[in-house]
């Protein structure tokens, strides 16, 4: 399983986006299944979720992420 913290943005007034937050640099690649997931559950409430501290790897890597969605 997984581990990410999930909450408002702090800088934000409004607390949109979400924030996710990897625990340990979890790998964003092998990490997409239970985060399109999680996007999927909360985007339209949020309008926006913003991912930091996920390991990404090469850049191919992160558009294989990226082309996902």
Known sequence: MTFFSIKPLPESREGLPLLVQAEDGIDL??????????????????????????????AERFRAFAAAF
């Open 29 to 58: 690649l092998a990490s997409q299944q239970e985060l399109r997931e999680l996007i999927d559950q909360h985007l339209e409430r949020c309008g926006g979720v913003l991912l930091r501290g996920f390991a990404v790897g090469e």
